[in-house]
């Protein structure tokens, strides 16, 4: 039970905080006579209500607060000389806690309006109520000229625990319709479609926000809401018709098992008190002891039961005298102390989770901070009507939507929707950013609303997974080594390949290789980009590769040792007969017989019929001497 148990400490504690920032004065929304320049300046705040309820103003922590700053009756000459200051504080502006201030100066036009938007979460301090307050001023602040404040709540925004449907078992404060469809009360209108209220039940919005559907249902009968208007918390029928809680438990539970995905509501007693007068509160608490038990051993495994709220507080009990009011009081401060003590020591006994719901401490909430919470009228019923119900010849008030009561016991419609949000926000798990991550397991509190982020709740902005400088958002290299040098997007020289060539930067010798697909060698160089024998000429050009060092070659990389002008098989460097004719046998100087004269006569040894003719001898064609 540690849940329930932190949340009646936490209600306690928000309990003496409501006390604390009540206003010590009133408070003035507008200057009146002070105004001067035009002498009709004025400034208001539109903010968005919740739904249908014009009167209310809730947000959650995850989600935008959006208003408008509205004007008229500027001075157009002097307009950029007017100044006005916003602020949101925790409780009441003149004396609750400053969450954040800011200020602008001047207007384009007379007449016109600016919005605004601010996360929720950037003003929530774990309470609840809030005032956005803004005033216009004069040049310099010299003079005050006009106000506006909106009041507002906000609840922390939760993950919606995971059920396939909502069982719920109680009285009017529960009943969607059972009571209507067996006995034909209450009467609708002016009551809600079959509900004692005037619009959804608590327990039809906790299903929403569940994203469940839930219906009504008796006896045999399929439906999960099993509430009857009348119940008392005991067993059998009370007026001997109507199902009290351990009746409806019965009559369920005979028929139907409860699975471990769902989800059980109990709330009762209220009747028990107020109608029959009981002052055994341990009695009550007992009655509904036993149900829980009964519903444990039909298989339920995950509960929540509402404690009572402050019943003096009632219209019924209105004209009771402050004695009574305070004994009543104190009762429900007993049973719901009972209650808890001893939801804990069946949560412990059953194994299963049980959660008690401080409905008392939200209720105390709601009525001693009312304005908050968009009611205007906390005491009396908005039906005019002698009995405990109403019909439809009875006057209703045109601001019902601003009474906690509608009749001398049952709530609005609005103050339903604001127990059904106080439910969810209860049953969830907390998730402050609304960032689907809950609390407990984010390492990025606050994230800003609407960005995506991982499963720990940060986002890439938020995170440099390889700790190299640069976010994930923008870091298109994850994974660099440790203390690598990176650029602006986040990649070292062995994660990059700039001229896309397939060897990367870190081993890449020839950068900007080009065109894109052209074959290099394992240092990133294509053929034009070396000169591997190092004669000048690139190896995509040179027909001589591997030329030997300080040797000249020509334009296609060859030295004379590696050419053989006229392919007689004897290199340039060798060769001391040039242009020897195609397919002569050639000596190891490249010579043929047709370019020799070994004899010096002048006949070359291809013709000369008689070698070795002394030198200067005379000879004939075929280099024999003449006789």
């Not at 003003?123 to 609840?128: C, D, K, L, P």
């Not at 109520?129 to 939760?158: A, C, G, M, P, R």
């Not at 007993?334 to 209650?339: E, G, Q, T, V």
């Not at 490249?590 to 008689?610: H, K, R, Y």
Request: aromatic share 10%; hydrophobic share 30%; glycine share 10%.
């Amino acid at each position: 039970m540690g849940e329930a148990s932190s949340s009646h400490s936490r209600f306690l504690a928000l309990c003496l905080t409501m006390v604390l920032i009540l206003p010590l004065t009133g408070y003035t929304t507008s200057a009146g006579a002070g105004k001067t320049i035009t002498g009709n300046e004025d400034i208001s705040i539109e903010m968005a209500s919740y739904g249908s309820l014009s009167n209310v103003h809730a947000f959650e922590t995850g989600e935008f607060i959006n208003w408008n700053i509205t004007w008229s009756g500027i001075d157009n000459s002097t307009s950029n000389l007017y100044q006005y200051d916003y602020t949101f504080h925790a409780g009441y502006a003149n004396n609750g806690t400053l969450m954040f201030s800011d200020n602008g100066t001047g207007f384009p036009t007379e007449n016109g309006s600016i919005s605004f938007s601010k996360a929720a979460f950037e003003i929530w301090n774990g309470s609840y109520e809030y005032t956005l307050n803004v005033s216009l001023w004069s040049q310099n602040h010299t003079q005050f000229l006009d106000s506006d404040e909106v009041k507002f709540i906000i609840f922390q925004t939760v993950i919606a625990p995971t059920h396939s449907d909502l069982l719920v078992f109680g009285d009017s404060l529960s009943d969607m319709g059972n009571s209507k469809a067996t006995y034909g009360t209450p009467e609708s209108p002016p009551y809600y479609n079959g509900r004692f209220s005037t619009g959804q039940m608590w327990n039809e919005h906790v299903a929403l926000g569940m994203g469940l559907s839930i219906s009504p249902g008796s006896g045999s009968n399929p439906g999960s809401n099993r509430a009857f208007g009348g119940a008392e918390a005991g067993d059998g029928s009370n007026f001997f018709v109507i199902p009290n809680l351990g009746k409806q438990v019965e009559d369920y539970t005979n028929n139907y098992w409860i699975g471990p995905n769902e989800k059980v509501a109990v709330w009762g007693g209220g009747n028990n008190f107020l109608n029959s007068g009981e002052t055994d509160t341990q009695k009550v608490v007992n009655y509904l002891v036993d149900h829980v038990n009964v519903l444990a051993s039909n298989g339920a495994s995950d509960v929540i039961v509402l404690n009572m709220p402050p019943l003096e507080k009632t219209p019924t009990y209105s004209g009771e005298t402050d004695s009574d009011k305070q004994a009543l009081h104190n009762r429900m401060i007993d049973f719901n102390a009972k209650l808890d003590t001893a939801m804990v020591a069946r949560e412990n006994a059953l194994n299963i989770s049980i959660q008690l719901i401080d409905i008392f401490q939200m209720f105390e909430t709601i009525y001693w901070n009312s304005s908050f919470y968009g009611f205007s009228n906390v005491t009396h019923a908005a039906c005019h009507h002698d009995g405990f119900t109403c019909d439809s010849n009875d006057y209703i008030e045109p601001t019902v939507d601003e009474f906690i009561f509608f009749d001398k016991i049952h709530p609005t419609g609005t103050t339903h929707l604001l127990l059904g949000l106080y439910v969810n926000e209860q049953i969830g798990t907390p998730d402050t950013d609304g960032d689907g991550i809950e609390d407990s397991l984010d390492n990025c509190a606050l994230t800003p609303i609407g960005d995506a982020v991982n499963h720990f709740g940060c986002r890439l902005v938020d995170l440099d997974s390889d700790d190299d400088g640069v976010n994930d958002l923008i870091d298109q290299c994850p994974g660099t080594t440790l203390n690598a040098t990176v650029d602006e997007n986040g990649c070292s020289d062995y994660q990059k390949d700039s001229d896309g060539d397939g060897v990367n930067d870190a081993e890449d010798i020839c950068a900007n290789t080009s065109p894109i697909g052209i074959a290099v060698d394992d240092y990133g160089c294509a053929d034009y980009q070396k000169d591997t024998d190092d004669d000048g000429v690139t190896d995509d050009g040179d027909s001589c590769p591997n030329t030997d060092d300080n040797w000249s070659v020509n334009t296609v990389g060859c030295a004379e040792n590696q050419i053989d002008s006229d392919w007689d098989g004897v290199m340039n460097h060798l060769d001391t007969c040039p242009n020897t004719e195609s397919g002569v046998e050639v000596n190891q100087t490249g010579c043929s017989l047709s370019q020799i004269d070994s004899d010096n006569d002048g006949v070359s040894d291809l013709i000369d019929q008689c070698p070795n003719t002394p030198i200067e001898t005379t000879v004939d064609g075929v280099g024999c001497a003449l006789s």
